[in-house]
């Protein structure tokens, strides 16, 4: 069924289930680092403990959202989101309740379990529920909204940490999950792709993926004690991604992720921009959101609301960003972006003990936020222009399994690298000390996603689309406002776009 319109009843419906599903995973990816302070205060957790909470949320989601878009086009995008949803509140009902800071990391694990269903299922439905000609306008409005879900977050989780408690953080998922099914379950027509019926899942190019990240940061995050099981988990991580990309490479039409999508120079060095800029900025959020409260001494709220800006310049700026770079192509973005977000970055290094919100915080913010209002939409376009059509999907999904995958790796790298010890957190000048060397840690990386995007990125040549040109990344660049709006049968499995970054 794909001829329901926006304006009817049962398309406003389904645009608002939609969007609080996919809302509730967005803002636990947006809150949580505003309460990792308290929650470490309240479970007596050290660092490695508040990483994993960020991380285990991350790592399944990040390994599974691929097989989760595959699952919902075989047995019914309204069936798997529905059950996404419900797994997401129960999960999210573990966080809840948790006693110590293990069911805490394991309660998140399994949310992103759930986020991984309902992430794709989301958009998915939308493509395959509204008419062609009101699909541009549906995704639209359920990007729109995300965006304002996004802009509350921060209120929303600093005013739950500080008022009620970090608990209700997770617990308020489960009466929008309660309002959400029964919408589902009424107004969204269910859906699949017949074409799938016949293929295999990859669940095992899934598990060695998840299991090889799963054992990176293992060793990442718990380097420090420099154990032989540390050693093990490395050495075990680089071989399950080397047996990952081994599987991937023989499965070639069933492959989670085929590797022949790579033969693009312009997708492959589009992806590395992302690596580069989402690792900065994974590990920029991660320990902003410390130094606000533990050095500068903001509340949750403040902490939360600080970065505000940010989102607001996104959303008021990103498309004319997106009309600028179809003009002149992506090179020049790609270039300044990353280059503005280190500044605003290096600008942190401002925000110690008193800062000034004014003087010290809204300067680097407001530079940081036009750094990505620069380079977040001309990426995922360059991303979308670099493969032919029928693979959109597809490389949008790659490219937002990289993005996570990079901020999941920032996050345990980064204390590491910087000296930042288990307890650092609980001592203002040890992590303020600490901070400043992330900080030029993370402008660094940038600078090195800016000089890759310069020396690899090229304007899509226009009416260049044969199988050469596309093997340099020379295909004809898809409008802008065409972005989302691929027809249903082209859509592959798994096809969800990026995230702008988390809070």
């Given at each position: ?23 509730m995973?967005l ?80 309660a ?8 991984a ?27 729109g ?16 940490v500080?008022?009620?408690?970090w ?42 993926g ?67 800029v ?20 903001y ?45 605003g ?35 995922t ?10 693979r ?52 660094g990386?940038l ?21 050469e ?27 969800v776009?990026?995230?702008p970054?988390?809070?």
């Open positions: 069924m794909s001829d329901v319109r926006v304006a009817s009843p049962q398309g406003k419906w389904i645009l608002l289930t939609t969007v609080l599903g996919s809302s995973a803002l636990d990816s947006t809150v949580v680092n505003v309460a990792l302070p308290r929650i470490g205060r309240d479970l007596d957790a050290d660092l490695g403990a508040l990483q994993w909470t960020v991380n285990a949320y991350m790592l399944t989601l990040a390994g599974l959202i691929l097989l989760g878009g595959s699952l919902g086009d075989r047995y019914g995008r309204r069936k798997v989101f529905v059950i996404g949803v419900v797994w997401f509140a129960v999960a999210s009902l573990l966080c809840g309740i948790a006693p110590n800071a293990g069911v805490l990391v394991a998140r694990a399994l949310q992103g379990i759930g986020g269903l309902l992430t794709p299922g989301s958009l998915a439905i939308i493509q395959a529920s509204f008419h062609p000609d009101d699909r541009g306008r549906a995704v639209g409005l359920w990007s909204f995300g965006g304002i879900g996004a802009a509350v977050g921060p209120f929303l989780g600093g005013w739950l500080d008022g009620p408690g608990r209700w953080v997770f617990l308020i998922n489960v009466p929008v999950a309660v309002f959400c099914v029964p919408i589902a379950v009424r107004h969204v027509p269910e859906s699949g792709d017949g074409r799938t019926q016949h293929g295999r899942f990859d669940v095992l190019g899934a598990a060695l998840a299991f090889a990240l799963a054992m990176v940061t293992y060793a990442l995050i718990e380097a420090r004690s420099a154990s032989v099981a540390v050693v093990v988990a490395a050495v075990v991580g680089i071989a399950a991604g080397v047996a990952f990309v081994s599987v991937e490479r023989r499965r070639a039409g069933d492959a989670m992720m085929p590797l022949d999508i790579f033969a693009s120079r312009q997708f492959t060095a589009v992806n590395l921009v992302t690596l580069c989402y690792a900065a900025l994974g590990g920029f959020f991660f320990l902003s959101a410390l130094q606000l409260q533990v050095v500068a001494g509340s949750a709220l403040g902490a939360g609301t600080a970065l505000l800006p940010t989102t607001a310049l996104m959303l008021l700026l990103s498309a004319r960003s997106g009309e600028l770079a179809e003009r002149i192509g992506p090179r020049v973005p790609l270039t300044v972006g990353p280059l503005l977000c280190a500044a970055m290096l600008l942190m290094l401002r925000v110690g003990a008193g800062a000034s919100y004014v003087g010290d915080v809204l300067p680097a913010v407001l530079v940081l936020g036009l750094g990505l209002v620069s380079l977040v939409a001309p990426l376009a360059s991303v979308l222009a670099s493969v032919g059509t029928e959109a999907g597809l490389a949008s999904g790659v490219n937002n399994a990289a993005a996570r995958a990079a901020g999941l790796v920032a996050v345990a790298a980064l204390p590491l690298v910087t000296g930042m010890g288990a307890e650092a957190y609980r001592s203002a000048a040890a992590f303020d000390a600490a901070f400043g060397r992330a900080m030029v840690v993370c402008a990386v600078v090195v996603g800016s000089v890759l995007a310069f020396l690899t990125v090229r304007r899509p040549g226009v009416g260049c689309a044969t199988p040109c596309r093997t340099h990344g020379c295909v004809t660049a898809p409008p802008l406002e065409g972005v989302g709006t691929v027809e249903e049968g082209d859509r592959p499995l798994g096809a776009p990026p995230d970054p988390s809070r």
